[in-house]
Structures are given as C-alpha cells and as structure tokens.
C-alpha cells in the first residue's frame, strides 16, 4: 500500500524522519518495502503568474504569455493550452528543466517567437491525471518557490500482512503510529448536511443471505454535476496509487484509500425502481463490467443487482450499465460489508483482484459501512455538489459487541521472555484501543477456575486456569486478527518494542544429535545423477485416464518398514485443471509423460529417475507411500571406438538396481520372472528383491520393458524400460555405515564355468545354485557372458559365471580349487544345465 506522508500527517503528527518512520513501521509488524520522494524529478520548475495571456502573432492555436516567477525581467512563454487567463498562478519550467521521464525544457522558437520554458500541465508533472489544460495552482500560492518545496512528498511502500485488513488505510497506519508515538489520532469528518426527501422514500435495499452481506448501507446524492475533482485531490489520489476518474469516483476511492472501506457508486437512473437486490447470480445471467469484458455469470457469483438484472459484482468491480457518467445526476452510494471467502473465490473465479476486492477478502468492521457511506456522500457533496438525502437504507444498523479475549500476564512473559507487571501490560495494549475489563463478572464470577484460548481455527483449544490469574481484553472492533492469548502476548510485545525483548539462551539442555531424515533419500539422489540419470519432479496430481492407464495388476513388494501401496484414488474437490485432479498412485505413469514430453521436442533419449509419493484412502484414512521410480530409454551407453551405440534394455536397468544396491550396502538382487503384468513387456519384466543379511527386505519393486501397446499409447518408439522401488528408508532413513576389510595378503583364484539352459531358466536361480555349492571360499560370482546360436538348440542359451576364491589365511592350491569347482558342476547338473566345454 502507497502512503503519502502529507495524508498521514492530517490524522497523526508524525514528527520522524522517514527513514525513521519506516523502520518504526517495520518493526510494528507492517514492513516498509521503499521510500519514495515525489517531487525529485521536477528540477528547475517553479510557481509563476501570468501578466499576460495574447494571441501568438502567427499561430491561431497557440498564445504568448509574459510570465513573471517575482524575481526579474518578465519571460515570455508560448503555451497551446486554452484554459489559461492573466492572474492565473502556474507551474513554470524554466530553461534547463527537467521533468518525470527525463523531459528536458530549452529555451526553443515556436513560429518565430521565442519561449524561455514552458507552462506545465498536472498530467505532465505527474501531480493530476489533467493533460488537456495548464495547471493552476491556488491564488496565495507564493511566487518564485520550487514546485517541489509546495508539492513534493514522501511516499511510503507499506507491506500491510494479509491479517492486518484494519491496517489497509491511511487511518489504520496513522492508529499504529499512534500507538507507539503517543500522538493522538485525528479522524475524518464524516458528518452530512442533509436535505430534501429522505433516502428511505427513494431506494429499498433487499439481501438474500445475510450470511453473505451481513450488513448494507445506501445513502442518496442528488443534483450532483461530475466533473474533474479538485486538482489538491488528484495529486493525493496519484501519490497513494489510484488513477483519477471523476469527482463522485474519486471520492469513493478517497474512502477506500482513507478508512479502507470499499465504496462504490451507481447511477442512480440505471437503478430500476429505486431497489436493489443483494443475491446470488441465476442461471444464464451476464454481466458487462466496468473493464467492458462481458462475463458469464457463475451461480456461486454474488451480485448487486435490481429488477431489471446484475449491477455489479459484489465487493470485486461493478457494471458498465450503471456506472457513473457525466450525465449522471444522481448518485446511490453503496457501503457494504461482504463475506471474505464469498469475495475471495469471485474475485479468483473471474481473475478480478480489484483494490476493493483486495480489501473485503480480509475482512471489514463492521460499523465502517455506515461511516465510509456518511464519509462519501459529504466528499460527493463537497467536490460534485448536490444534495445528500436524509438518512440511510441499512440493513443492519446494530453494532456488533466487542470481543472478549482472557489471557494470563504472567504466561505472556514466559512467551515473550519479559518481566512486565499486569499494570505495564494493560498500559500496553490500551494504546492500541484494548481496554481491561477489570469486573468480576468478566473473570468468571464466583467462578474459581476461567476458559483461556490458546488455539482457534478448525480446531480450538482452551485450557482451565485460576481466574486470579486472568486478565479479559476487550477487543476493539476494527481488530479481527485478535482471538486466543497468544494474539494479546504479539500485541503487548509489538507496542513494547521486539528490540526490547531480552535475547534469552534456552535453559533447558539441547537435544541430542539427530541424524537427517532425508539422508538416504538425499544419497539415493546423488549416486543416480552420479551414474548419468537425471533426476525430474513431476506433478503428484495426475489426469484420471493417466491413473487407469497405467496401474499394477499386483501391488509390488514393500521394503521392511515403508508403508504398503493400496487404496482407492483420492480425487480433487476443485482441482485447478482436469489434467490435476486425482492424486497419483504410481510413479510409472509420470516417468512415461517426461519420456513422451521429450520425444515430442526432438530428443533421441532419456534416462531419468523421480523420488516421489503414490496417495490412497483406505476407509476414512488416507495413505502416502515412498517410491523410487526409473525411466531408461533411447542410446544408454555413448558410442566408444570399441563399441557401437545401443539402446537401453532390461540389463542396463538390472545394472543401476544393483548399483544402488551396493550403495545401500545390500547383497545383489534376486530377480523372478513376471509373465502376467499387463503393463509390462512379457519375458521383459521381473519382481527383484535385496535382503540384508539378516533377512530384511531392504529393496523391493518391478522392473521391465514396457509393453509396446502402451509405449504407442505414450507415443513413444523404441523401447522404454521403467522399474518402480520401495527402498528401506526412502521415507525417512540413513545409509549405512560403509564397512570395508583389509585386502587379502592372499592371491585370488578365478575359474569360469559356461552352462547351456532352456531360454526360460532364469540366471539367478543358477547363481543361487554356484553360491550354495561352492563352499566357504567362494568369494564372489559374477555373470559375464550370454551366449545364443550354433552349436545351441534355438531355445538354448549358454550363461558364462566368472567365480573368485580365496582364503585369509593361505593361497589355495589347485586341488581345494579344483574341489570346489567340481561341487559346482554337479550342483548346476542337478539344476538341469549342461556344462559347456
């Protein structure tokens, strides 16, 4: 909010600098964003007096003055404006001048004459929206003096937080520095000299739903000419950020700017009947605002409307058809009080954030209906002339009582970490209008024990103390933002100064280390990019078909201690788009739409991976679930001048899970066949599961190629494998500790052994087969080769195992190697291979 210090000044004394003012704001709650000091820009520009007003010589339009500014020789000016007379007091620039936006005045010739500056108008100086006709400026204004010195002002930028709806003003700032200067504050007069027949004979005003306008004041201008409002007006209006659009508008956006009421004006011909009609819109109602976009009117829309149709949109912009014109007359003045949420979800539904709008959605006082229209009708009587109406049409005249707030002194100062008596307290807030109810009656009565608020909102909290305790503050009713004890104990530390509050260390002992819990998710992250994926964060809201088109016939396998997916979807109440309005419940679906999104836009490949949540409601509970999701498709591994380029398949998606498995300190992956998912390419796809060594699930999830049916329905070519992992500790977890041994001082001995199985014998279950038979030496085993054609079956394949032995204590000779291996080729005979020699 732009608030002009001259304005503030007529409601406070405000004796700071304003560097100093801003920091006092600041430090109140109500930040200071910048300081603006309007009148730099005019250099050189000062107050003169026409002598003289003739004809230019050679020019019909134009006309050359003799201009005098009190010192020295007369200097003729030529000037093409026509409002202008001999006596009039203007706005000089001289030559070498500068005006807003760099304009640069020099002595120039205009059709043969001479003009040493120019007549300035309020639109050129930025002071009024008047750019037809030169400025005048009042008859005592003083000859000679800088403009700047007469009109210059500070403009402050204040951040009002969205609470602080009584703060929105200029009356509500110059309370706050009221408050914490001792000044008094000074109020506009809202007083009106009434004539003629009373407002009740001319307008009825009918509410629907007082729930949605608790309160609806009307008051009648009559005979009024609109016209330019006085020039002093403008430049106030300008300063605080409004345009100027007429006297009878401005007057009610002075209001607004003022009280922080919102006004708006009719009139009063387009009104039929005299009567207006508080309501919600009906079905195929239109209204053309005053931006002249014809809108469609949603029933939830609140109006202003009369017999003949909507008015306006109520608290947010009113309609071209009844807005004020010059042939106005006229004028209904309309001072209403609006429910917040009603305003706030018009103003988004029709993206109209208008200032008035901005100003209802965090609340109004109530009693400000009356006095912003009171406060209105004068100004429009003042600056448009007219006669006000006796009396008002409101709807709800009686004043709502002050709001009650118990709070405990002493707790305030173990909140705040100050040691101020009930008595300092008191004095406190009564400087920012809260009184202390001191009755007895007000602490509870013969009551012994009193209710004290300490939580509001959806879910209230109060607790039973000693009323000795307890002090009652009378909320004053601008202060909507005051509710429980806590609001009073920000209050009482506000006014006292937080720069006074003692800096105090905790007593109590600091607590313990606390590993992260994001740790192993955060290394998760950081071994994937390693490894050349990217890592993408998608939207967890996901269109509905997304949701049925990819989902997992069978829930996957869960990590020991992550929770288990399940659940119907959670769908969206008002969801912003129908592509966001069911939460996710697989990652897979949102990898596939990068993939597409970034074949779509010309890339060859991609290699991605997401940490993220699938959501479900089980019952009346909802669910959230961690997973692990990657996407690999197109060239996985670049060209080399020993290899040519490939694309990804199932084994480089088996080779990133049993690398993250090293990371995780598990063993190597068991992998099972999975012939049945849908989703899946068939022979392409497999369960994989990492125990620890004490038997704990520590990854689990799907991996495989997806099926080339869905894979077009993504308008993806090529082939794209995807798993999806439940991870021991993804939610909230550590990686473990790296442990290591010392190397062996002993050589390693390696054999490979090639056995020849059937096409759907899966690798593991010979690996298993070499580890259990292999005795206690074998140190590790490791597929390296596949092998298919002559002399194999077309249904045979050769698995080449590369096996390391080794010993701490000794080098092994060749008969315990030789020993070991033989136990192998039995054991992988028994399993149905052939050896392959």
Same mark, same amino acid.
């Given at each position: ?754 056995? !020849?199985?059937?096409? +759907?014998?899966?690798? &593991?279950?010979?690996? *298993? /087969?070499?580890?259990? %038979?292999?005795?206690?030496? #074998? $140190?590790? !085993?490791?597929?390296? +080769?596949?092998?298919? &054609?002559?002399?194999? *079956? /077309?249904?045979?394949? %050769?698995?080449?195992?590369? #096996? $390391? ?13 030789? /020993? ?7 054991? #992988? ?9």
């Amino acid at each position: 909010m732009r608030v002009p210090l001259s304005w503030l000044r007529e409601y406070v004394d405000v004796e700071l600098e304003p560097e100093a003012l801003a920091e006092r704001l600041t430090l109140l709650g109500m930040e200071v964003k910048s300081i603006e000091r309007r009148g730099t820009e005019w250099r050189n520009v000062v107050v003169g007096e026409l002598l003289s007003v003739d004809r230019h010589p050679r020019a019909d339009r134009l006309s050359l003055t003799r201009v005098t500014t009190g010192g020295g020789e007369p200097l003729e000016i030529v000037c093409g404006a026509t409002n202008i007379a001999a006596g009039d007091r203007v706005p000089v620039a001289l030559p070498g001048a500068v005006l807003p936006g760099d304009r640069r005045i020099e002595r120039t010739e205009k059709m043969g004459v001479t003009s040493n500056g120019m007549l300035c108008s309020g639109d050129e100086l930025r002071l009024t929206a008047d750019a037809d006709g030169i400025l005048i400026l009042p008859a005592d204004t003083p000859l000679g003096v800088a403009l700047a010195d007469l009109y210059g002002d500070v403009v402050l930028d204040v951040d009002v937080k969205p609470n602080r709806g009584d703060a929105l003003s200029i009356v509500g700032l110059a309370r706050e520095i009221a408050a914490v200067t001792g000044a008094s504050i000074r109020f506009p007069d809202s007083t009106v000299t009434e004539a003629g027949q009373p407002t009740a004979e001319r307008l009825r005003v009918e509410v629907a739903d007082p729930a949605l306008c608790p309160r609806f004041v009307g008051r009648w201008v009559e005979g009024v000419t609109v016209g330019p409002s006085p020039a002093a007006v403008q430049m106030r209006l300008i300063a605080a950020g409004m345009r100027p659009i007429s006297n009878v508008v401005d007057a009610s956006n002075y209001v607004m700017v003022e009280l922080g009421k919102p006004i708006h004006t009719f009139d009063a011909a387009a009104v039929h009947d005299g009567r207006i009609d508080v309501r919600l819109a009906r079905p195929g109602e239109r209204l053309e605002t005053l931006d002249h976009v014809d809108r469609e009117l949603h029933p939830e829309t609140l109006l202003i409307a009369d017999p003949a149709g909507p008015l306006g949109l109520a608290g947010v912009m009113g309609g071209a058809d009844s807005e004020v014109s010059a042939g106005t007359r006229d004028v209904i003045v309309e001072s209403a009080i609006f429910d917040p949420i009603s305003i706030r979800r018009t103003a988004f539904r029709y993206a109209l954030r208008s200032e008035a709008s901005l100003r209802f959605e965090k609340g109004q006082e109530h009693r400000l209906a009356r006095i912003g229209a009171d406060r209105t009708a004068r100004l429009v009587a003042e600056w448009a002339g007219g006669t006000v109406a006796p009396g008002a049409v409101d709807t709800n005249p009686v004043e709502p009582e002050r709001g009650r707030v118990a709070f405990r002194p002493a707790r305030v100062n173990r909140l705040l970490g100050t040691a101020l008596d009930s008595t300092d307290q008191a004095a406190l807030l009564e400087r920012v209008g809260i009184e202390i109810d001191g009755s007895a009656d007000a602490r509870g009565g013969s009551a012994t024990e009193v209710q004290v608020r300490v939580a509001a909102g959806d879910r209230p909290l109060s607790v039973e103390v000693d009323a000795s305790e307890v002090l009652v503050a009378l909320v004053p009713t601008w202060r909507r933002d005051l509710e429980i004890e806590a609001d009073i104990a920000e209050e009482v530390a506000r006014i006292h100064g937080y720069e006074l509050v003692p800096s105090t260390l905790p007593s109590t002992p600091m607590p313990s280390f606390r590993s992260s819990p994001l740790e192993l998710r955060d290394g998760l992250r950081s071994a994937l990019a390693g490894a050349g994926l990217t890592e993408i964060v998608t939207h967890a809201l996901v269109a509905p078909a997304s949701l049925e088109q990819v989902r997992w016939r069978e829930p996957i396998d869960v990590a020991d201690g992550e929770t288990e997916a399940g659940g119907v979807p959670i769908t969206v109440t008002n969801p912003l788009s129908a592509d966001h309005s069911v939460l996710r419940q697989s990652l897979v679906a949102s990898l596939l739409e990068t993939v597409s999104s970034n074949a779509r836009r010309g890339r060859s490949e991609a290699a991605v991976f997401e940490v993220g949540k699938g959501y479900g409601r089980v019952g009346e509970e909802t669910r959230e679930w961690w997973r692990l999701g990657l996407a690999l498709w197109g060239p996985f591994d670049p060209p080399a001048w020993n290899r040519p380029s490939r694309d990804a398949d199932l084994d480089d998606a088996k080779g990133v899970i049993g690398y993250l498995t090293g990371v995780l300190g598990l063993p190597a992956p068991a992998y099972t066949p999975v012939p049945t998912e849908p989703n899946l390419h068939p022979g392409r796809a497999a369960e994989v599961v990492a125990r620890s060594t004490n038997g704990a699930i520590g990854l689990a999830g799907r991996v495989g190629e997806i099926h080339p049916e869905l894979a077009e329905a993504f308008e993806i070519r090529g082939r794209v494998v995807v798993a999806e992992l439940s991870v021991r500790g993804l939610s909230a977890g550590q990686l473990p500790v790296p442990r290591v041994a010392a190397p062996s001082r002993q050589p390693d001995a390696e054999r490979d052994v090639a056995v !020849v199985v059937y096409e +759907d014998r899966p690798s &593991g279950e010979l690996e *298993a /087969a070499i580890r259990a %038979s292999a005795g206690p030496l #074998l $140190r590790d !085993v490791r597929l390296f +080769d596949v092998y298919r &054609g002559a002399p194999l *079956a /077309a249904e045979e394949r %050769s698995l080449a195992f590369r #096996l $390391r032995f080794a010993a701490q204590d000794r080098t092994l000779t060749e008969s315990e190697v030789e /020993a070991s291996m033989a136990a192998v080729m039995t054991s #992988l005979a028994a399993a149905g291979g052939r050896i392959r020699s």
